[in-house]
């Protein structure tokens, strides 16, 4: 049965390639057989009327053989494409006009799409980015912020029983001096646990490991972005074990990371990252963790929000500024899914900012201006075309 289906297939395709010649040929059996059917009433002209009554309709023979033997839907395809060709090419100027409005539609709608997948949608270039989550703070008022107290992380970090793993990230820049570059950084300072738990290992050299990331190390450490590592210091492999200048502070290269990796603020894209422990007073810091499976974000909030209240309390009684304790301390847990990292943009969006939901709602309100120009157009058109129209539907063509 499938060499049959196969063997139909491989018909019907060379029927497509000698088209012309198949076309040919059934004329010529058309007209032997109209002959032969002719030739048994005598072969006069009356005969030959008598022969065609009976033997049917030619080009209905011919449209039920092509059916047969071609791909009648490619054929139909193929000759409504060329004929719209031709009444395109019949009236450039509203082939231009029609054109135009759909590109300047589809055009804004598209780069806007664009934009928002790779900020808000696309999922980060991770292991198993869907069991990611951040962790925010809501405060009184309604306001949402991500930058957590680091004695918070450091709470989450001694509890496992709903994280796989938790780490921090805190960002600044720098004067960054080496390689025969001089220009300004921005780096992520991030934990130990950060590249480990995103399961991403270095292009060149290695990555920051939990060993880097102690106080007191003296061993600074720092790896380069693809993306730096190319455009500033010219992809040179010798960078690896130089020594390089972040403002005043020295710092080893110990690694390069691969170029689909940008971490995971797309907003604000780092040159480089180095250990947090590189800061000496870590105050706040971004905070994510990898759930268990199974675990829900639901169920992680639960069983984090007592370390988290207890964590405000100790950063309040170790703070020496003037602070609204009953504000401070009636901050909540929020844990959020993080599959496709964090952003400032992000935020401004969900928070609530107007700016990028009208942005959004003009370009599709130019779409659909384009779509409505566009279906004047064709109105005015089929109006021209309403004796021709009806041409083909009385001789049997379908609305589509």
């Not at 790779?118 to 069991?131: C, G, S």
């Not at 390069?256 to 603020?265: H, N, R, S």
């Not at 929000?305 to 847990?333: C, H, I, T, V, Y």
Request: proline share 4%; with cysteine; glycine share 8%.
């Amino acid at each position: 049965m499938l060499l049959e289906r196969l063997g139909a297939i491989w018909l019907r395709a060379k029927a497509l390639v000698h088209r012309r010649r198949l076309e040919r040929d059934l004329d010529e059996e058309l007209t032997f057989h109209l002959a032969m059917r002719a030739g048994k009433y005598g072969g006069d002209a009356a005969a030959h009327a008598a022969a065609r009554r009976q033997f049917g309709n030619p080009a209905r023979i011919r449209e039920t053989c092509r059916e047969l033997w071609t791909f009648a839907a490619l054929e139909t395809l193929w000759q409504d494409i060329r004929y719209a060709v031709r009444t395109l090419a019949k009236t450039p100027s509203f082939s231009v006009v029609a054109i135009l409005s759909l590109a300047l539609g589809i055009g804004a709608n598209t780069a806007l799409f664009s934009l928002m997948d790779v900020m808000l949608l696309r999922a980060l270039p991770v292991k198993n980015p869907q069991e990611l989550v951040e962790f925010v703070r809501a405060v009184p008022g309604g306001a949402m912020m991500t930058n957590l107290p680091y004695s918070v992380f450091t709470s989450f970090r001694q509890d496992r029983s709903v994280l796989s793993d938790v780490f921090a990230i805190s960002s600044a820049s720098f004067a960054f001096r080496g390689g025969g570059a001089s220009d300004q950084a921005w780096a992520h300072r991030v934990s130990g646990g950060f590249f480990p738990a995103l399961g991403v290992n270095a292009l060149l050299g290695r990555t920051i490991a939990p060993d880097d990331d102690r106080p007191g190390a003296t061993n600074h450490v720092a790896v380069l972005s693809y993306a730096f590592w190319s455009r500033r210091l010219g992809s040179d492999p010798a960078i690896l074990g130089a020594t390089v200048r972040l403002s005043s502070e020295s710092y080893t290269v110990i690694g390069v990371t691969p170029p689909e990796f940008f971490g995971v603020d797309r907003s604000k894209l780092p040159d480089l990252w180095i250990p947090m422990a590189a800061d000496r007073l870590p105050s706040q810091a971004w905070v994510l963790g990898r759930l268990k499976p199974g675990v829900l974000a639901a169920q992680a909030r639960v069983q984090l929000a007592p370390l988290f209240q207890q964590a405000l309390e100790n950063e309040m009684e170790a703070s020496s500024g003037a602070r609204d304790r009953k504000a401070f301390l009636s901050q909540r847990l929020l844990v959020n899914p993080a599959a496709q990292g964090t952003s400032d943009l992000r935020w401004s969006y969900w928070k609530g900012s107007g700016t990028l939901k009208i942005l959004f709602g003009l370009t599709g309100l130019v779409l659909l201006i384009a779509c409505a120009n566009l279906a004047n157009l064709l109105m005015a058109r089929s109006t021209a075309r309403s004796r021709e129209i009806g041409i083909r539907l009385a001789l049997g063509a379908g609305r589509w």
